[in-house]
Structure formats: structure tokens, C-alpha cells
């Protein structure tokens, strides 16, 4: 079997074929990821699945429970902010119980089937702002405990809401092309971050979050070309990081550990070789009184959903993004 996205693109909405980056997305969020999976290169990549963790082995927490978990502070190790700050992404451990782990894996897995239906092998299948409709995920993308730690990292006074999202790599989807988020984000500050959480244990076959360390990799590549409908940007940025020995960052999660990675921070995705879907919550934040860039791209996708009434240019602060976290 070849792995899902290995064919060559034809993802790109029609509208968006000609011309460069600047300009903006034709198509849906989920459109978006199915053509953004269809940039990342994938020889060499065994094809055989087995069987994943499945879920924590626990009962679920109640609803309560949930609420009650995530708006408790995290007790952040000092040497955490350090790391975060000097290799541009952290990973912190028991940031969720294997409990709320469990309860959120489940009503993730409803919301998720209710919107793709079970025929989605092979491909990556988001959902993004459940917040608005649903209270568990409310509880996530609105939480003390998860902005709170958004705003320490950054060592803000204060994060907003960009967007919450969930991804799940379905059994036999290929890698996530090397990225970094400052590209994603239209918004005139790096001072942006992602909260990772996994929906069970990721190990290295299922296609963990992985990470280039160090906020100056950023320089390494930055003269490498973006490849809007083939594999080569992704390729080059590889061969990039081997010729100039750049660390990365693979180990597998356990349950309940959350990642934070900085716009700033180049990170990948391995294929998911096993039978259980690699599903995460990722929620971004931002320093409060960004504005939006001028010239949003086709990378910033859906960017309007996440920010409704502000132009380029604009205060990034409308009713959907509250400020979640403030520094302790
Ligand atoms: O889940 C993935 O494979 C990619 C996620 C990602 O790039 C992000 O959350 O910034
Ligand atoms: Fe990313």
C-alpha cells in the first residue's frame, strides 16, 4: 500500500492554482490540510500498520472533572521556560490526567466521526472552533491551566485565542511537511504558540510532533523556496537540517504529556504506520495587541474564521479571541 499522500497534488483548489503564496485561500479548513499533507515527501517510509496504544486505560473523567483539571495552574518548572525559550518548544509532562485524557479522546472521537464519517483511511482529518459548539472542547481551548502556560512560555502578560483544532493523522497518512507556524499565523508577531495534545500515547511509529531545536533554525532555511504543489521545499528543508546537523526532536509522548512549540519553531510529523488514528487537540494562542499582517497567504488558510471583522492590518483581538492566559 502507498502510503495516502504520496500521489502528486491535485489538492489545490482551482482558484489558487496560478501565482505565488499572496493570496488568499480558495477553499474549507479541511480542503486546506488535505492539499497541505500532499507538500511532505515520503520515500523510504515503510507501509505496514500495527497496532497502536489505543487509548488511556482508564475510566473516563467526568465532564466536571475536566473542567475542574484544566482550570488548575501548572506547576512550570523554571528550567522549562528556559528550554522553551532558548530551542523554541517545550514538552511538559502530566500537563493532563490519563482521566481527562480518556474523556476528551472520546468526545473527540464523536465530533470527529459526526463531520468525516468512517471512510477517511489515509488521510489527515481536522476539525476546528468545536469551542463554539461544544463544552468539553470549550473547556480546552478556553483553559486557565493550558493559556496560562501559553502566556508563561511566551512570558506575556497576556494570550489570546487564535484558534483550537484537532488533527487526527488517520492509520496509513504520510508525514506533515516541515513547517513553521509564523508562516500559518497572519499576524504581526512571533509571539505565538501551540499547545499539542495527544489523545493517547504517541509512539514514534504513530507519527509524533517532532522538532528542529533552536529558534535560530528558523535562519538555516530561510532562503529555501516554498513549493506550493510538490514535495521539494520539504525535501530541501531535510537535506538542509542532515548537512548542517541540526538536532530534531522525535521521541514519542506519553499520555498526558502537551508540547508547546513556538511559531518560530520548524517541526514535522512522521507517517502514522499503525491502525489507530494519531489524533491531537492543538490550540494556538497569541501575545495580546498583535495586529494582522498586511498581506495575509494561502498558508494562513482560513484565517477570516479565526478572526471575523478585522482587515489586514487590524487589531487581532475580535470576539472570538478572549485573552486565555495571563502570566502568573
Ligand atoms: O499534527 C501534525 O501533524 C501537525 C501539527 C502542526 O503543525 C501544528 O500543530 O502546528
Ligand atoms: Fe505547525
New binding site residues.
Given amino acids: 500500500m502507498a502510503l495516502s499522500n504520496t500521489t502528486t497534488n491535485d489538492r489545490l483548489p482551482e482558484e489558487n492554482r496560478d501565482g505565488g503564496i499572496e493570496q488568499d485561500w480558495a477553499g474549507n479548513d479541511q480542503d486546506w490540510w488535505d492539499w497541505y499533507v500532499t507538500l511532505a515527501a515520503n520515500e523510504n517510509v515503510p507501509t505496514e500498520l500495527v497496532d497502536g496504544p489505543g487509548l488511556p486505560d482508564v475510566a473516563a473523567a467526568t465532564d466536571e472533572q475536566v473542567e475542574c483539571e484544566l482550570a488548575e495552574p501548572y506547576d512550570l518548572d523554571p528550567a522549562a521556560i528556559e528550554s522553551f525559550a532558548r530551542e523554541a518548544f517545550v514538552r511538559l509532562p502530566a500537563v493532563l490526567s490519563p482521566a481527562v485524557v480518556r474523556r476528551l479522546a472520546e468526545r473527540l472521537e464523536e465530533l470527529l466521526r459526526a463531520e468525516h464519517g468512517d471512510d477517511v483511511a489515509g488521510r489527515f482529518t481536522a476539525l476546528e472552533q468545536m469551542w463554539l459548539h461544544d463544552d468539553l472542547m470549550r473547556a480546552v481551548a478556553l483553559s486557565p491551566r493550558i493559556g496560562g502556560l501559553a502566556a508563561a512560555l511566551l512570558d506575556e502578560p497576556g494570550v489570546r485565542l487564535y484558534h483550537d483544532?484537532a488533527?487526527s493523522?488517520e492509520p496509513g497518512c504520510g508525514r506533515?511537511p516541515w513547517?513553521h507556524?509564523a508562516e500559518h499565523f497572519p499576524l504581526q508577531t512571533v509571539q505565538a504558540v501551540?499547545a499539542?495534545m495527544p489523545m493517547s500515547a504517541i509512539p514514534g511509529r504513530m507519527?509524533p510532533?517532532s522538532f528542529a531545536r533552536g529558534r535560530e533554525v528558523l535562519g538555516e532555511v530561510s532562503d529555501l523556496e516554498f513549493d506550493k504543489i510538490g514535495t521539494s521545499y520539504d525535501e530541501a528543508v531535510t537535506k538542509r537540517f542532515v548537512e548542517r546537523d541540526v538536532a530534531v526532536e522525535s521521541g514519542p509522548f506519553a499520555v498526558g504529556d502537551v508540547s508547546f512549540?513556538s511559531a518560530l519553531c520548524f517541526?514535522t510529523?512522521g507517517p502514522n504506520l499503525t491502525t489507530q488514528p494519531r489524533r491531537?487537540l492543538?490550540t494556538t494562542y497569541f501575545a495580546d495587541g498583535a495586529r494582522v499582517v498586511e498581506s495575509p497567504t494561502l498558508i494562513s488558510g482560513t484565517w477570516r474564521e479565526f478572526l471575523p471583522g478585522i482587515e489586514p492590518g487590524g487589531l487581532a483581538a475580535s470576539d472570538l479571541n478572549p485573552v486565555v492566559g495571563r502570566r502568573g
Fill in positions: 483544532n488533527l493523522k506533515t513547517h507556524d501551540t499539542w507519527g510532533l512549540h517541526h510529523a491531537a492543538a
